[in-house]
């Protein structure tokens, strides 16, 4: 047996059908491409063994070609590393003795190099002349390696002395014993033990662990043992020496031949990093003014209530609560007192409520009690009772006493909701009913409100469609002199229709104010009312003067005046003949002062202000001279009554003269019947409005017709 002819360059045969083993010329090809040297000796008659195959491969690993090494072994017995010859030889006499498989790793020498291989042999007893098959693999890569792993381990365990940490090994024997070896001095850092107290036995490694930690953290070893999954547990520890500490560990296992588990284990000190972690978990869940929940916490707790109280059927309650008059201490006083009003008001809260009760603060002046079990709606009323009764009681700040009333909306758990969400949801709802019915109060929330409320909702929405579809319409009400009943002017009225059904606007003026929806609804109407002025002016007849009523939100924008200018301009309109009537709650509320200014532009344009639902609010004197007014009008609840009801009639002829003696003009509104007439010229009034001299008609051509009867004012 000799080489093989095959070469290299002719094998196209073979690669086409994939692993034709069952080819010997293939199965030859193979061998001789394999990184391994393969021969077959057998006994020569003079006992010494020769060289019957020897695979093309060898040529490579030997540094000699196949003619140069013959049929005898001997010149590559010469190739061997001496000092590996004599560990060989063993290997080989044993095998030899008992005819047995023999492997040896030993080094070949070539020129200029060295090689690590294994040699392998394999008894051939089914062919004649004790024959070995023996493959001679080229290993030195591997070696190369493992030599570098060696060094780089080294060098990671020079770096691992100065870590902080623990690193070391874990043995988990198959009997339940375990060891540490293997340690790092950062080792006894973390434990506080001498390192032969560790090395000898790491029970009192586990008896240092906070006892609640060593169940699940055993767990976790067991687990990770069973699996061979990465190892990671976080758990307490106090060392020998009283210290407590929060350590983070993590292990790779690997399972061993005799079935013990060992971890390469690394133990960090995060105690740190722990304090940290709860000091922003704690700044993230308070308030940071006050120092209560905040709404994350609220959240959270009320979940956990919510979870108990669907487990155990009984009851909690939400009360949400909201300061009445806040803004007013914070505009007046500045925001510092404002902020210590609100601490106040959270530790008056805090002790209002119950022990396990929660208090937090969810927005500026809203706040929020959680009663998380209640026996009956009373304890609610009682705690709703303490807080009033707590926060009426005066704060003192900067020399001056200031207490608060408040508005709360209360929601029950499970009855008015089972997320948080809907709960505070409800409360609002609640809440919102509660300040519509004058502040100071409570409600509890019922199914009605929410339909009240859906309703309001589904109407804004209509409302902003009708707004962008240009769909309302101002009516024209005619006000006249109460003497003669010639014509004086109009009132512009907003007219609103959603699917055939007329909308009041005492019901979606004040909703446009809640939506800000007012400020686009106000200048619409306008631009309505003047241009339907205009169209009556261009026919030739006087309307007069044209009353339009406005929002505090208009009144409280800025380029108010202007943009009216700007529009009286477009029409070719007189300021003269506009009058802006405004309410009394509107000079008395929220940025008086701005609302003032506004109105004091507008009567530097020319433009009249009137005085609206005057007697039902609480305008004085004093804010009559603040603000210059040219009309009072008398609301028409104290003209309904005026020959029956003697205060009513009172009323009226005292704010006719208070008028008179202002030097302004005044208007009774609402006027029926003849009999409020003749009471009302009886008292000097000027104006008259009413059905009784016609109702707010939206129809061009009735107004036309009416001014055509009435001729020019
Ligand atoms: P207001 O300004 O006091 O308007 C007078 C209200 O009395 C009008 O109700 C009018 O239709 C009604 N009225 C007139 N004569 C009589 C009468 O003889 N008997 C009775 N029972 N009522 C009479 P309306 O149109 O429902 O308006 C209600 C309120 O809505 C108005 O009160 C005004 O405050 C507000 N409003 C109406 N249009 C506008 C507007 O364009 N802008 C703003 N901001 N508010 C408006
Ligand atoms: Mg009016
Ligand atoms: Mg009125």
């Avoid at 690993?61 to 061997?80: A, F, V, Y």
């Avoid at 003795?97 to 042999?121: L, M």
């Avoid at 004649?128 to 365990?157: C, H, K, M």
């Avoid at 907003?494 to 609804?521: C, H, K, M, N, Y």
């Amino acid at each position: 047996m000799t080489s093989t002819s095959a070469k290299p360059g002719s094998n196209e045969r073979s690669s086409a059908q994939a692993p034709a083993l069952d080819n010997p010329a293939a199965r030859l090809m193979l061998t001789n491409l394999l990184p391994v040297a393969i021969m077959r000796l057998s006994r020569t008659p003079s006992r010494g063994f020769q060289i019957d195959y020897l695979s093309e491969s060898s040529e490579a690993l030997w540094g000699l070609s196949l003619p140069e090494i013959g049929k005898c072994p001997r010149r590559l017995w010469r190739r061997i590393h001496p000092d590996d010859l004599p560990h060989l030889h063993d290997r080989l006499r044993e095998a030899g003795k008992g005819r047995t498989e023999w492997s040896a790793t030993f080094r070949i020498r070539t020129e200029g190099s060295e090689k690590w291989v294994v040699g392998r042999g394999l008894p051939r007893p089914d062919l004649p002349g004790d024959a070995w098959n023996i493959t001679v693999t080229d290993i030195t890569a591997q070696i190369q390696a493992y030599a570098d792993l060696q060094a780089s381990e080294a060098r990671f365990r020079a770096l691992t002395e100065n870590i902080p940490g623990a690193i070391f090994r874990y043995r988990l024997r198959t009997d339940g014993t375990h060891q540490i070896f293997d340690m790092t001095p950062g080792c006894i850092g973390i434990w506080e033990l001498p390192a032969e107290v560790i090395n000898t036995d790491p029970t009192p490694i586990w008896n240092m662990i906070h006892p609640d930690d060593v169940p699940p953290m055993r767990a976790s070893v067991v687990d990770s043992a069973r699996s061979l999954k990465p190892w990671h547990y976080i758990w307490r520890l106090t060392t020998p020496s009283g210290r407590f500490k929060w350590l983070e560990g993590r292990g790779l296992p690997h399972r061993e031949a005799n079935g013990d588990t060992v971890w390469h284990s690394v133990i960090l000190d995060v105690t740190e990093q722990r304090r940290k972690d709860e000091e922003i978990r704690r700044l993230a869940e308070r308030d940071e003014l006050t120092g209560l929940a905040n709404r994350t916490l609220l959240r959270r707790r009320l979940e956990t209530a919510l979870r108990q109280r669907l487990a155990d059927r009984a009851g909690g309650a939400l009360i949400l609560i909201d300061l009445d008059h806040f803004k007013d201490i914070n505009d007046t006083l500045g925001h510092d007192a404002g902020d210590i009003f609100l601490r106040a008001t959270a530790e008056r809260l805090t002790e209002s409520a119950g022990r396990d009760d929660v208090v937090a603060r969810i927005g500026g002046d809203e706040f929020v009690v959680v009663m998380p079990r209640i026996s009956d709606e009373q304890a609610v009323l009682d705690t709703i009772a303490r807080i009033d009764a707590r926060l009426s009681q005066n704060v003192h700040i900067d020399g001056r006493d200031l207490s608060t009333t408040v508005s709360m909306g209360v929601a029950l758990f499970p009855r008015d909701g089972d997320t948080p969400n809907t709960l505070l949801k409800h409360a609002d709802i609640a809440l919102f009913e509660a300040k519509a019915a004058g502040r100071q109060t409570h409600v509890f929330f019922s199914r009605a409100l929410s339909a009240v409320r859906e309703r309001r909702q589904s109407l804004a929405e209509a409302l902003r469609g009708a707004i962008v579809a240009d769909t309302l319409r101002v009516a024209f009400q005619p006000i006249v002199e109460a003497g003669s009943g010639r014509h004086k002017g109009f009132e512009a009225l907003a007219r609103w229709t959603l699917d055939g059904q007329a909308i009041s606007p005492a019901e979606f003026i004040p909703l446009a104010e809640e939506t800000g929806l007012a400020v686009p609804l106000g200048r619409l109407l306008l631009t309505r009312t003047l241009s339907l002025a205009r169209r009556l002016a261009d026919t030739g007849i006087d309307p007069g003067t044209i009353s339009v009523n406005v929002s505090a939100a208009q009144l409280r924008e800025p380029d108010f005046a202007a943009s009216i200018a700007a529009a009286l301009r477009d029409y070719g309109f007189p300021p003269q003949r506009l009058e802006i009537e405004v309410t009394e709650t509107v000079i008395l509320g929220r940025s008086s002062e701005r609302i003032a200014l506004t109105l004091r532009e507008l009567r530097g344009l020319g433009t009249r202000i009137a005085l609206d639902d005057f007697g039902t609010g609480y305008a004085s004197l004093a804010h009559l001279k603040r603000i210059r007014v040219d009309r009072l009008k008398i609301d028409q609840s104290f003209v309904r009554d005026i020959e029956t009801d003697a205060d009513d009639a009172v009323i009226v002829r005292t704010v006719i003269s208070l008028a008179k003696s202002l030097g302004m003009d005044v208007v009774a509104e609402g006027i029926e019947t003849r009999e409020q007439l003749a009471f009302l010229r009886h008292y000097g009034c000027d104006l008259a409005q009413g059905y009784l001299f016609g109702r707010p008609t939206t129809s061009e051509t009735d107004l036309v017709s009416y001014l055509s009867g009435i001729g020019q004012a």
